[in-house]
């Protein structure tokens, strides 16, 4: 079975990896961005109307990575 993506490609990936392409990086967070904002939010919501065990394992995973003593060094802003 092919693998498929989850939030990023996998060129997303390599140009957020890759600080020398700073233009073309910052306008993968940009499509990042817009992927989170509107259809991460849709998925989520579907999720957890349609099948909210899928939605507890989606929460899981996310908060799993940053829990909430942990602070990440990302800016929201960003």
Do not use: K
Request: charged residues 40%.
């Amino acid at each position: 079975m092919a693998r498929t993506r989850a939030l990023l490609t996998e060129r997303d990936r390599e140009l957020l990896m890759n600080e020398d392409q700073e233009g073309r990086r910052y306008q993968t967070v940009s499509v990042i961005r817009g992927r989170i904002q509107d259809e991460l939010t849709t998925d989520v919501e579907i999720l957890r109307e349609h099948h909210p065990d899928l939605a507890e394992e989606l929460r899981d995973v996310v908060c799993r990575q940053f829990p909430d003593d942990q602070e990440t060094d990302t800016d929201p802003g960003e």
